[in-house]
């Protein structure tokens, strides 16, 4: 589990997009790259993300705005990735503000 503080920004949240056999996949044609947060009020709160490189690695990141960080405890998150080949939606994570 990761801590970011209360009113953090510029930090970033890099999720690698892997199949159920551990194996990266590449996404570089996705046309939707979101976070979900989860915040710990039950709000939820919906961002674009980049992609790390070019998306042939399946990585993709969301670096936190001002403003994004106001509520303290357990936020949840998950990714939505959207391509021609499919959608993918990962398993739900969390992280704490202090």
């Known amino acids: 589990m990761s801590c ?27 046309s939707v790259k979101q976070v979900i947060f989860t915040k710990p009020d039950g709000s939820v709160l919906t961002k674009a993300m980049d992609f790390s490189t070019d998306g042939v690695d399946g990585k993709v990141k969301y670096v936190f705005q001002d403003g994004d960080i106001n509520l303290q405890g357990f936020w949840k998150y998950r990714f939505l990735i959207e391509s021609p080949a499919g959608r993918w939606t990962s398993k739900k994570d969390y992280f704490l503000v202090e």
């Open 4 to 30: 970011i503080q209360l009113n953090d920004f510029g930090t970033t949240l890099e999720f690698t997009c892997i199949d159920e056999t551990s194996t990266i996949q590449d996404i570089s044609s996705a």
